[in-house]
């Protein structure tokens, strides 16, 4: 990973903002990532995130917090927070925001145990594929303290599949079709393509139930994304 991302992240920090990150996928054409986004403060982020940060209690990991948005929020209402994330300029400039306790760590390197776990901005995205689904929850499951909980959000693609008659065209012989691969560039220079995961609630409640997770729908978003708790 050549961490584009984190130096675009590292750029904005830093009073050197001049392009946004570009974004696109097997199935979808270029899109804009703006930068500003990924510091958002409460009141520009989605109903589904402050939800989600309503909910929030006791000691918190926010799984690939990015820039930190969430983890700042959470830990200026007096929370103890744990930020983690694969990208080394995400986790400088989460540091560099205030997040006290940041790290660079894949989330299956985790070892501490949480009352609450965050994955947001499409938070199913880190398990990649539908065949990893279980083996993050069962992970996941195993660092939460007795009545802990897991926060994350995700979107039913199907739209993404629709012709102009309205016509839903899956190919039934491929994968899940929420399993893309994903692009990103950043002035100019590729990343590693990736591997990122949309999950509708109806297959992660499925799969929950398999590792001995109970998955509520918190909340629905206004384009088929949704908020989930685990418990
Ligand atoms: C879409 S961004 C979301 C950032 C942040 N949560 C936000 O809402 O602004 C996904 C983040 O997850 C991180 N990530 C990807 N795979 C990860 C993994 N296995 N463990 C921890 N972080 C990961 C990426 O580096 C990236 O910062």
């Known amino acids: 990973m050549k961490d584009l991302f984190g130096n675009a992240l590292l750029d904005y920090q830093n009073g050197n903002y001049t392009e946004d990150i570009i974004t696109s ?3 979808s054409d270029d899109d804009v990532l703006p930068l500003p986004y990924l510091f958002r403060g409460f009141k520009a ?3 589904l995130e ?5 909910l929030a209690k006791g000691s918190i990991l926010d799984v690939g917090c990015g820039a930190g948005s969430h983890s700042l929020y959470l830990q200026q209402k007096g929370f103890q927070v744990k930020a983690i994330d694969i990208s ?3 986790i ?3 540091k560099q925001r205030g997040v006290l306790n940041a790290e660079v760590k894949a ?6 145990m949480f009352d609450s776990i965050l994955l947001l901005m499409n938070g199913t995205g880190i398990f990649q594929e539908l065949s990893l689904v279980s083996k993050y929850l069962k992970y996941l499951k195993g660092l939460l303290n007795t009545n802990g909980q897991i926060l994350m959000d995700s979107s039913d693609i199907k739209y993404m599949y629709e012709d102009e008659d309205g016509g839903i065209w899956i190919d039934s ?3 899940y079709y929420g399993e893309l691969d994903y692009f990103l560039s950043y002035k100019g220079e590729k990343e590693t393509p990736m591997k990122w995961l949309y999950l509708d609630f109806k297959t992660l409640q499925l799969a929950c139930e398999t590792v001995g997770l109970q998955c509520e ?3 629905e978003g206004e384009h088929f994304d949704y908020l989930a708790k685990l418990s």
Do not use: F, Y
């Open 92 to 94: 400088e400039v989460a």
């Open 107 to 112: 989330v299956l390197e985790e070892t501490e």
């Open 45 to 47: 982020m989605p109903k």
């Open 25 to 27: 996928t097997n199935i």
């Open 50 to 54: 402050q939800k989600a940060l309503n």
């Open 217 to 219: 729908l918190v909340l």
């Open 88 to 90: 080394k300029g995400a």
């Open 173 to 175: 012989n491929s994968n």
